[in-house]
């Protein structure tokens, strides 16, 4: 019999009874949408976590102050020490040929007021490159510079949470805010960077580092250096030529633990990037499970409409029909219903992907690999699971098989 013909008799066969053919494609359905909405998330979840700390810039190491341990030996955590300064930046970047430029930072959380309205946000005193160091400029007005730097200057740039949180109606450029009672003019408005993991990075307030320590926290110390390095495959040299050059700053001897903490940002990106890899992975097997059940479903309903075409296939046998027509047949509705299934899952796993962007703001991205697996997977368990099935209708004994009842 021709494969047109069969396939022809298996579709009229499943048309025929159109509850059945749908509940069986459901499970098919499910797994591949499954599949999709899955590999779609972990994939923008990657994607995004990448870009984000890429921006930050990958050539970027971040050196932090190390834990304090009290007299009775209780640790107070990492970035309690006090010892790091404006001038070990300085040190670094006149030191380090390789190191293109150092900004330095010391951030608290602090109220700041503008008119009626206040907010608890994060104040942070940078140093004027801070903008070139960390790829991050304003989108209005501009970023203070040396002479504010100098002068402790009562300038401040919004990050965008804080300006519309503070100035919803009108222009923040020239208005006064106040910052533990001192009175600072905003010049500037930062370019929106969006919330990470753990918190909105727009909701911040830069003002001059001089300005902080001084004015407004009464410190001498910072809380991190970040150091821009000429090219990414420079990071290991100058990471072991900053931890030197602090540990004889800092009086430091040979085998004594540091006072500070150095973190490379390329080694955050591809960490971030293997947790990322494994979550959508684990996420891939789990909607694979899914897809494999449906694929079992199939095998149940076919063996179970083996069972009740077993008069039909005597009928079609005694006439004529070899074991070759009726395999052919059974494997082809079982294809086709997975393959159905497949189709619709993939439509249903896009709208699901898309959702999931609309309603919960999640980061996502179809990729046609995501696509091509899903499908393939599909057609696959079709083939995998229809075969048995087939080959049991195809091997009944057409006297047996139409003496059944």
Same mark, same amino acid.
């Given at each position: 019999?021709?494969?047109? #013909?069969?396939?022809?008799? @298996?579709?009229?066969?499943?048309?025929?009874?159109?509850?059945?053919?749908?509940?069986?494609?459901l499970?098919?359905?499910?797994?591949? $949408?499954?599949?999709?909405?899955?590999?779609s998330?972990g994939?923008? @979840?990657?994607?995004?976590?990448?870009?984000?700390?890429?921006?930050?810039?990958?050539?970027?190491?971040?050196?932090?102050?190390g834990?304090?341990?009290?007299?009775?030996?209780?640790?107070?955590?990492?970035?309690a020490?006090?010892?790091?300064?404006?001038?070990d930046?300085?040190?670094?970047?006149a030191?380090?040929?390789?190191?293109? $430029?150092?900004?330095?930072?010391?951030?608290?959380?602090?109220?700041?007021?503008?008119?009626?309205?206040?907010?608890?946000?994060?104040?942070?005193g940078?140093?004027?490159?801070?903008?070139?160091?960390?790829?991050?400029?304003?989108?209005?007005?501009?970023?203070?510079?040396?002479?504010?730097?100098? &002068?402790?200057?009562?300038?401040?740039?919004?990050?965008?949470?804080?300006?519309?949180?503070?100035?919803?109606? @009108?222009?923040?450029?020239?208005?006064?805010?106040?910052?533990?009672?001192?009175?600072?003019?905003?010049?500037?408005?930062?370019?929106?960077?969006?919330? &990470?993991?753990?918190?909105?990075?727009?909701?911040?307030?830069?003002?001059?580092?001089?300005?902080?320590?001084?004015?407004?926290?009464?410190?001498?110390?910072?809380r991190?250096?970040?150091v821009?390095?000429?090219?990414?495959?420079?990071?290991?040299?100058?990471l072991?030529?900053?931890?030197?050059?602090?540990?004889?700053?800092?009086?430091?001897?040979?085998?004594?633990?540091?006072?500070?903490?150095?973190?490379?940002?390329?080694?955050?990106?591809?960490?971030?990037?293997?947790?990322n890899?494994?979550?959508?992975?684990?996420?891939?097997?789990?909607? #694979?499970?899914?897809?494999?059940?449906?694929?079992?479903?199939?095998?149940?309903?076919m063996?179970?409409?083996?069972?009740?075409?077993?008069?039909?296939?005597?009928?079609r046998?005694a006439?004529?029909?070899?074991?070759?027509?009726?395999?052919?047949?059974?494997?082809?509705?079982?294809?086709?219903? &997975?393959?159905?299934?497949?189709?619709?899952?993939v439509?249903?796993?896009?709208?699901?992907?898309?959702?999931?962007? #609309?309603?919960?703001?999640?980061a996502?991205?179809?990729?046609?690999a995501?696509?091509?697996?899903?499908?393939?997977?599909?057609?696959?368990?079709g083939?995998?699971?229809?075969?048995?099935?087939?080959?049991? @209708?195809?091997?009944?004994?057409?006297?047996?098989a139409?003496?059944?009842?």
């Amino acid at each position: 019999m021709p494969l047109r #013909a069969g396939a022809r008799i @298996a579709l009229r066969a499943l048309v025929a009874n159109p509850l059945r053919s749908v509940l069986t494609g459901l499970g098919v359905i499910i797994g591949v $949408a499954a599949v999709v909405t899955t590999i779609s998330i972990g994939v923008g @979840a990657r994607e995004s976590t990448r870009q984000q700390i890429a921006a930050l810039g990958t050539n970027l190491l971040t050196v932090i102050p190390g834990r304090v341990s009290t007299p009775g030996g209780v640790g107070q955590g990492v970035g309690a020490a006090q010892s790091l300064t404006v001038e070990d930046g300085e040190a670094i970047a006149a030191g380090i040929p390789a190191v293109e $430029a150092v900004a330095a930072e010391f951030n608290r959380s602090a109220q700041v007021v503008a008119g009626s309205r206040n907010d608890l946000t994060n104040v942070s005193g940078v140093t004027p490159n801070f903008p070139q160091v960390r790829n991050w400029e304003p989108v209005e007005g501009a970023f203070f510079g040396e002479e504010e730097m100098r &002068s402790r200057g009562r300038v401040a740039v919004l990050g965008k949470t804080v300006a519309e949180s503070l100035f919803p109606e @009108a222009d923040p450029i020239g208005q006064p805010i106040r910052i533990n009672r001192v009175i600072f003019q905003v010049i500037g408005v930062m370019a929106s960077k969006g919330a &990470s993991t753990f918190a909105d990075r727009d909701d911040i307030v830069f003002i001059p580092l001089s300005s902080a320590q001084k004015r407004v926290f009464g410190v001498d110390h910072v809380r991190a250096l970040y150091v821009k390095v000429r090219a990414l495959e420079q990071m290991e040299a100058v990471l072991g030529q900053v931890e030197s050059l602090l540990l004889g700053r800092h009086r430091i001897a040979d085998g004594g633990e540091p006072d500070f903490l150095i973190r490379n940002q390329a080694d955050v990106v591809q960490a971030f990037q293997g947790v990322n890899r494994t979550i959508t992975v684990l996420l891939a097997i789990i909607a #694979a499970v899914s897809l494999l059940v449906g694929g079992i479903g199939i095998m149940n309903i076919m063996l179970v409409s083996v069972t009740e075409r077993t008069r039909e296939i005597g009928i079609r046998k005694a006439v004529g029909a070899t074991r070759r027509d009726i395999l052919l047949q059974f494997l082809v509705e079982a294809v086709t219903l &997975s393959v159905t299934g497949g189709l619709l899952g993939v439509a249903l796993g896009i709208g699901a992907t898309r959702a999931v962007t #609309a309603l919960a703001g999640w980061a996502t991205l179809i990729t046609p690999a995501a696509v091509a697996l899903a499908f393939g997977f599909a057609a696959g368990v079709g083939i995998l699971f229809g075969l048995y099935p087939a080959q049991r @209708a195809g091997r009944l004994d057409p006297i047996e098989a139409l003496r059944a009842e």
